[in-house]
């Protein structure tokens, strides 16, 4: 059984209306990103899960379907179920609060106030940003996955490989965190950056 698997709108029982083709999740794609990111070859994932590793090649470049039962050895190995892989679900039905002592404080320069937390049963990790006038990320940082700021006050200036991209209250970057970035306040009132990346940096 393929993991998708969708009915031709010519083959809907007469008595049904022809059914909406639904998307197809790429999966190869989503399994190749988690693999590099994990610092992982095909031979090694291949060995780790029990499946052939010119298989595992056809299905990362999109030329073979995989079944759900493969494909949840694959997740296995990349740390995931095969819902939560493709993003439907976070292993869990019942609400997860975090509490303010769960958050991690972490300095990042004067005048920054910086707080973490990661997102239970997911590589995702959540992050508030204060900053006094004039003040800055005392570093330039680098790792995996793709960063996404919302500057809910003020304005921020983010440096992507060097290049300052201007943000004001009610505006939202995303980039590819492996591009060394940093962020700052040219201004002379206070701002306030709301984040999250989707590979956990200060777990």
């Not at 008595?15 to 999740?25: F, G, N, Q, S, V």
């Not at 090694?44 to 470049?61: K, P």
């Not at 300095?107 to 910086?114: A, E």
């Not at 990661?118 to 959540?126: G, Q, R």
């Amino acid at each position: 059984m393929t993991l998708v698997e969708t009915a031709r709108a010519d083959e809907a029982p007469a008595d049904e209306a022809p059914l909406t083709r639904a998307a197809t999740p790429r999966v190869g794609e989503v399994i190749r990103r988690l693999r590099k990111q994990r610092g992982l070859s095909l031979r090694d994932v291949a060995e780790r899960s029990g499946i052939s590793q010119s298989f595992l090649g056809a299905v990362e470049r999109g030329q073979s379907d995989i079944s759900v039962g493969r494909l949840s050895q694959v997740a296995h190995v990349l740390g995931h179920d095969v819902a939560s892989l493709l993003g439907y679900s976070l292993r869990r039905a019942t609400p997860v609060v975090i509490r303010p002592e769960d958050h991690r404080r972490v300095s990042r320069g004067d005048g920054v106030s910086f707080s973490t937390f990661a997102i239970p049963e997911s590589h995702l990790e959540f992050m508030v940003a204060s900053f006094a006038p004039h003040s800055h990320f005392d570093d330039v940082v680098t790792h995996a996955g793709i960063d996404v700021m919302y500057v809910s006050e003020g304005s921020l200036v983010l440096a992507v490989d060097g290049v300052d991209h201007s943000l004001d209250a009610s505006e939202c970057a995303v980039w590819p965190s492996s591009h060394a970035h940093t962020v700052r306040n040219d201004g002379d009132v206070p701002a306030v950056a709301l984040g999250f990346t989707t590979e956990a940096v200060y777990r």
